[in-house]
């Protein structure tokens, strides 16, 4: 045992998990580019925001990287043809989503041609206007490619606005079993480096840091040799440590400087980008080339090779797996599907769901790694408090919400859990701790929902009250002008009468 | 409204698991408790060792007949996630080591079911059960609770063998030439006398207190260096955390340094509070557990010294010649508020739970 390891104990606030990262072998294992597979199923939502609305018609034919669905609302994103071929289907599919849950997809049948459609290259891509980068991010349909997928020419534009000096770019990848990111800045580096600085060039901000944990020696020497001669772009290898890659944690360690909660980190001058979204910027930028395919790690202790391929976005984990060599004993011993990283990613029903622009894994997990087991109550050991890498206490928001009390978990700082997983993983009741957040978050937003249903609703009933009121306000009123001109008229006929009489 | 019954299967993520459990924390307390344990019995002989098993035998039947009564399901699996069995083996290491039967099942009846399943079972107790169970039986049978032996291999006498042991542990008389006084028990009588403490540790019939523990007093008493090796094997395990018993000992230590400087004929040195009495098993094994402390480390800097700190006083100025017990349950008393109040600082915020302030940029 290491002198570090004995102390350790005695060292300060220990924020986050170092969970066994599982990354090697399938980090080191070279890249395999899949070939196309028959069918393509592109769900309209894969971001962020609101869905994409399809442009094509069934029997359609559409040629690669041609835009095959609209973004509608202020954020989205579009999606373009993965390959040529025609529409089949616009119908619904699963969704890489636990629920199991369908979603409107559009099916493209391959035609075998894979030839792309007119592209407009930029050869000199650093002469464009900061504006028109984005522009040709926002064309591209490019989204955060780390795993949330937020539409990445709305980050680049709000972060022009907000007039960010430093761009972080995530190279963290702190998600035991994914390597995409590796791969990407080992394989790729150049690539990756040229859309950082054109990222830069895009928000307006003056330096970029990019955040590699040191578990990737080769990324950070791969990385640290595209970057030379570009003092701008600085390459910081930051501890292999959970969740170091979420957003937050990863500025303050990089930067020195907390996100306020509630903001945003352009609020303190920062925005934070991945390295695969920068490779993404960069062939859109400068090769026209719209998101139509990605790199996603397959791992776990089933997957026959573990290791990193390229696949069109569309394409069935089923059949990324049957490429890639097929899952141990034909599934035998599969215990969970997991699309994502172990930590935060999500389960699914079975691989017949397609991967998406925020799919960085495939893990087909034993039942050693899943470990399901039977939770019992909280013997608050305080295990989860220390594990928090956001200083929240885990295990009082839950008992709360054990007993639906909503609100006093909101004060104990229900919405600045971030969902990493770290207290439920540390948990030595295993208690699903991330459920119960993720369920009490959800039960309040649908509150909120009601609530506003509810003020809209009394809000039109009021009118509609306050308008028949005038309406009979006004009913009366000109029943009552009527009725006095008549007796007026009368009165006059009378009048005259009444002259007439005496005349 | 339960989002563990709306469906069997697990959904949420994290899809991986560090490999922790309750049963493993409880399995590695009991490791550290061991040395010091297997040293008590050679101390005390049959005798002791009939005592622990009795003792933690009672917990079980106790906590068994809790769960049967509840109508648990899992019974035989919550009976050995090792909780139960480790109050028992806690509760044992502070019982005169030849105490009878009865104390033993009476300390398991008020440990489990008093102390910790009219709360609501595991995790739900105020009061360490142990704790609660000693101070109750010392208050109620005080002179079985201090009839301490002196250690046998100073003895001239010849060790009881087993048959004379469990006619010991079933309530036959203890020989008076076996019994002894604990250090702080023997200083606490002699001060009531009038008698001042340089005259008490000068004279010959003071009990010797070395650390190797060769001495009278309960099995977490005596053993005192063995307890702080198992405290630290906990610590570097990261069973527990240095913050509660390094605060516990200097809460102790402090105010008895202060107090023997002031006036050594009327307080007790520092090494003598922190070898003798429960110091130690208080320190690594008492103030640590995990139910009935404070979460926060900060907060358990505050237990942990409060507890030394009322120990002290106790020992000091109160009518026990030990307070470690008292101590324990005075601060369990105090955790629920010590949480309300110590909290940890959210990422993002201040102290008050208020966002931070946006920091002066250039150029905005």
Redesign the interface.
């Known amino acids: 045992m290491r002198l570090t390891r004995?102390l350790?104990?005695?060292s300060g606030r220990d924020w986050g998990?170092h969970?066994d990262d599982h990354k090697r072998p399938a980090a080191d294992a070279p890249l395999r580019v899949m070939p196309l597979p028959a069918r393509l199923y592109l769900p309209v939502q894969q971001h962020l925001g609101g869905a994409a609305r399809p442009t094509v018609v069934v029997g359609q034919k559409v040629r690669k990287g041609e835009r095959i669905a609209d973004a509608q609302g202020m954020v989205s994103a579009p999606i373009h043809a993965p390959t040529s071929g025609t529409v089949v289907a616009v119908t619904d599919i699963t969704a890489p989503h636990?629920s199991g849950l369908s979603l409107p997809a559009i099916v493209i049948e391959a035609d075998g041609d894979d030839v792309w459609g007119t592209l407009s290259p930029c050869p000199r891509p650093f002469e464009l206007a900061p504006q028109t980068i984005s522009e040709r991010v926002y064309a591209a349909g490019i989204v955060g490619m780390g795993g949330a997928a937020f539409p990445a020419a709305v980050k680049l534009d709000g972060a022009a606005r907000?007039?960010v000096?430093t761009l972080v770019i995530n190279g963290g990848e702190c998600e035991?079993y994914l390597s995409c990111d590796d791969r990407q800045m080992r394989d790729f580096a150049d690539e990756v480096v040229e859309g950082i600085r054109l990222m830069l060039r895009a928000t307006g901000a003056t330096s970029a840091l990019v955040g590699i944990e040191d578990n990737k020696p080769e990324a950070i020497a791969a990385m640290r040799t595209a970057a030379a001669g570009h003092d701008c772009v600085r390459i910081r290898p930051v501890p292999a440590r959970y969740p170091m890659g979420s957003e937050?944690?990863l500025v303050?360690v990089l930067t020195g400087?907390?996100?306020?909660?509630?903001?945003l980190p352009a609020?303190?001058?920062v925005v934070v980008h991945n390295v695969g979204t920068a490779r993404a910027v960069r062939a859109a930028v400068v090769e026209g080339k719209p998101l139509v395919s990605r790199l996603v790690t397959l791992n776990g202790n089933c997957m026959n090779a573990p290791g990193n391929v390229e696949v069109r976005l569309g394409t069935l984990a089923e059949d990324v797996i049957a490429f890639a060599g097929g899952l141990k004993g034909d599934g035998l011993g599969l215990a969970?599907r997991?699309l994502g990283g172990?930590?935060?990613?999500?389960?699914v029903p079975h691989w017949r769901v397609p991967v998406v622009k925020g799919t960085s894994g495939i893990?087909a997990?034993d039942a050693d790694?899943?470990?399901?087991?039977q939770?019992?109550?909280?013997?608050?050991?305080?295990?989860c408090?220390?594990a928090?890498?956001?200083?929240?206490?885990p295990?009082?928001m839950s008992a709360r919400?054990?007993n639906?009390a909503l609100t006093d978990a909101v004060d104990l700082?229900l919405k600045?859990c971030i969902?990493c997983?770290c207290c439920?993983?540390?948990?030595?009741?295993?208690i699903?701790l991330?459920?119960?957040f993720?369920?009490a978050k959800g039960e309040l937003s649908r509150q909120d929902r009601n609530r506003l249903r509810n003020e809209a609703t009394k809000r039109l009933a009021q009118q509609r009250t306050d308008r028949l009121a005038r309406e009979a306000r006004e009913k009366a009123e000109a029943a009552a002008r009527r009725r006095a001109e008549r007796e007026a008229k009368a009165a006059a006929k009378t009048d005259t009468a009444t002259a007439g009489e005496s005349a | 409204?339960?989002?563990?019954t709306?469906g069997a299967?697990?959904?949420?993520?994290?899809?991986?698991?560090?490999?922790?459990?309750?049963a493993?924390?409880m399995l590695d307390v009991q490791l550290a408790l061991t040395p010091a344990t297997l040293f008590g019995f050679w101390l005390y002989g049959w005798p002791a060792f009939i005592l622990w098993v009795g003792t933690i035998a009672a917990c079980l039947f106790w906590e068994a007949v809790c769960l049967r009564l509840q109508g648990v399901g899992r019974v035989r699996e919550t009976l050995f996630?090792g909780?139960a069995a480790l109050t028992g083996w806690l509760l044992a290491m502070t019982l005169p080591p030849w105490a009878p039967w009865w104390l033993a099942v009476v300390g398991g009846f008020i440990a489990i079911v008093i102390g910790k399943q009219v709360f609501g079972?595991?995790?739900?107790n105020v009061f360490n059960p142990a704790m609660v169970a000693r101070v109750a039986l010392l208050v109620s049978f005080p002179l079985p609770m201090t009839a301490w032996i002196s250690p046998l291999p100073l003895h001239a006498l010849p060790a009881p063998e087993l048959l004379d042991s469990l006619r010991i542990f079933l309530g036959a008389p203890i020989p008076d030439a076996m019994t002894s006084a604990t250090w702080l028990g023997h200083a606490k009588t002699e001060l009531m006398r009038g008698v001042d403490l340089l005259q008490v540790t000068g004279s010959d019939t003071a009990p010797p207190l070395p650390w190797t523990g060769l001495r009278a007093g309960s099995l977490g008493e005596s053993s005192a260096v063995l307890l702080l090796a198992g405290g630290l094997y906990l610590?570097?395990r990261?069973v527990i955390?240095?913050h509660a018993p390094l605060a516990l000992l200097a809460g102790l230590a402090l105010p008895a340094l202060i107090g023997h400087s002031l006036d050594p004929a009327r307080y007790l040195a520092p090494s003598v509070h922190l070898l003798g009495g429960g110091a130690m098993l208080g320190a690594f094994f008492i103030a640590t557990d995990?139910?009935t402390s404070?979460?926060?480390?900060s907060g358990q800097l505050v237990f942990g010294f409060g507890i030394g700190l009322i120990a002290w006083i106790i020992r000091s100025w109160g009518g026990y010649p030990e307070g470690m017990g008292f101590a324990v349950l005075l601060m369990n008393a105090l955790t629920p508020i010590l949480?309300r109040f110590v909290?940890?600082?959210?990422?993002?915020?201040d102290r008050r739970?208020r966002?931070?302030?946006?920091?002066e940029?250039e150029?905005?």
């Open positions: 004995l350790k104990p005695f998990i969970p636990p907000a007039r000096d035991p937050k944690q303050q400087v907390e996100v306020p909660a509630e903001g609020d303190i001058g969970r997991v172990p930590m935060m990613g999500l389960q893990l997990l790694e899943a470990a399901a087991r939770s019992h109550p909280c013997i608050r050991c305080g295990r408090v220390q928090c890498p956001m200083g929240l206490l295990l009082e919400i054990r639906d700082g600045d969902a997983g439920a993983y540390v948990c030595p009741s295993r699903p991330v459920q119960y993720v369920h | 409204m339960n989002p563990l709306q299967a697990t959904v949420a993520s994290p899809h991986a698991h560090g490999g922790n459990s309750v493993r924390c996630d909780s079972g595991l995790g739900q610590i570097v990261g955390s240095w995990y139910v404070p979460n926060t480390r949480d909290k940890p600082r959210v990422l993002g915020r739970g966002p931070l302030d946006l920091p940029r150029g905005t």
